[in-house]
């Protein structure tokens, strides 16, 4: 097997998104995505990219005091070699996580991975792209994010987990397009609702400059 992955950067920050926000993790952002997405914060990953054998991408992890890994784009799974790397991590005693778009099967994903799932709202244009048979394949360690524009968002993403019982699944989360969406609407949506949902910020973006690669 070739064991090479096409790696965009890699770097040691503290998590901005998910159940584990706030904790310090390595970001392994792999290069290319299946789909654009109309708010894209990470266009750079299409195009940008040198390949390294998993040897020494491991050897580059064991450079911080950090156990927590998060392998994310782009799309991930977009790479064939994803599936075996995940794996290889676990087996190394990595405790993993999993930032994928919901476009493509995460049945293969090793079950030590917690997958978050990112589900796409009509707001990015791509929501034609979710790929709904991954719901079955949720398991109580994984989560469900959608990402969400504006108030037609919210309502379709209400709907869907609604529809597919997300919230009796795994955790769910509801966060704003950075910039776009005000924090207190959302969050007044939410609450006027009542939905068993977390609400969530990308907590990077304001710790430091909103567009800074590599935090």
Not at 35 to 40: H, N, P
Not at 80 to 95: Q, W
Request: glycine share 6%; aromatic share 12%; proline share 4%.
């Amino acid at each position: 097997m070739n064991r090479e992955l096409d790696i965009n950067e890699m770097f040691f920050s503290i998590q901005g998104e998910s159940s584990y926000i706030g904790r310090p993790c390595i970001f392994v952002r792999l290069s290319f995505c299946n789909l654009r997405c109309s708010w894209c914060d990470s266009e750079y990953t299409f195009y940008e990219g040198k390949k390294q054998s998993f040897e020494e991408i491991f050897d580059s992890l064991e450079e911080w005091p950090c156990t927590l890994v998060e392998v994310t784009g782009g799309e991930p799974l977009a790479q064939e070699n994803c599936i075996p790397f995940m794996h290889e991590l676990c087996e190394r005693g990595y405790e993993v996580l999993l930032e994928t778009s919901g476009s493509i099967d995460i049945s293969r994903v090793d079950p030590r991975v917690r997958r978050i799932v990112d589900f796409k709202c009509p707001g990015s244009h791509m929501s034609a792209s979710n790929r709904y048979n991954n719901v079955d394949e949720l398991k109580e360690t994984d989560e469900v994010k959608f990402v969400i524009l504006d108030r037609h968002d919210y309502e379709w993403a209400k709907q869907k987990m609604l529809e597919y019982e997300l919230a009796t699944k795994c955790p769910v989360i509801f966060s704003p397009v950075f910039g776009q969406l005000e924090n207190l609407e959302l969050c007044e949506w939410i609450l006027d609702d009542g939905l068993d949902v977390r609400f969530q910020v990308q907590l990077h973006k304001y710790i430091w400059e909103p567009n800074k690669r590599g935090v």
